[in-house]
């Protein structure tokens, strides 16, 4: 399992689709995940720390869950299947754990409640991760770079390759060109003051 961070929320610019892009902790690989409007406003709000006069729906399941005893130790987006992502929440609740299925959207507007680590498994990351090329800024799919260096792991069928495509022309549809500015110029910074601070030695 791979650890990510949520980068940012997108929206299409052909149908105004949303889509939540996690972001590789230690590498620069993204994840893009279809959600609706009303779970991408409850990921939205917590992420800008907005106030609300009542709890929403993730508000609620977080306090559910902690008046029952119970905490939430990460989530995991588990699987993709036929374009759909799927993922687990996972709780401790009287000394044991306990695995509970649930849509991304859900899951996450939940860990951001909590503030509990997010993973992703290999195997959904290598079928729909991407990567964005630094010299053109175009999108790359982590199938295509797969499929480049001869490692699909099995010959892909036209079903699958279909998919493949309507999916990298959905992604092209989104505005990614400061995909991971922000983090960059955090990681800018840190390096100049540490240039500064050697200086000063």
Do not use: C
Request: hydrophobic letters at 40%.
């Amino acid at each position: 399992m791979i650890e990510m961070t949520i980068d940012s929320i997108r929206v299409s610019l052909m149908n105004y689709q949303r889509v939540v892009i996690l972001k590789e902790k230690d590498a620069d690989r993204y994840l893009p995940i279809w959600i609706g409007p009303a779970e991408a406003d409850a990921i939205a709000v917590k992420l800008q720390d907005v106030s609300v006069p009542r709890p929403l729906t993730h508000d609620l399941l977080s306090k559910v869950i902690g008046d029952l005893g119970g905490s939430v130790s990460s989530i995991i987006v588990s699987d993709l299947q036929n374009d759909t992502f799927f993922a687990k929440i996972m709780l401790d609740a009287n000394g044991s754990s306990i695995t509970i299925d649930s849509r991304p959207s859900d899951a996450l507007a939940l860990a951001v409640r909590v503030n509990v680590p997010i993973f992703a498994e290999e195997s959904v990351l290598s079928k729909a991760a991407i990567f964005l090329d630094k010299e053109t800024g175009k999108t790359i799919t982590a199938a295509e770079t797969r499929l480049a260096e001869g490692r699909a792991g099995g010959k892909m069928d036209e079903e699958e390759i279909k998919r493949l495509s309507a999916f990298k022309d959905f992604i092209d549809t989104l505005d990614l060109s400061d995909l991971g500015k922000e983090e960059r110029s955090k990681r800018e910074g840190e390096d100049k003051d540490k240039e500064e601070g050697d200086s000063e030695k």
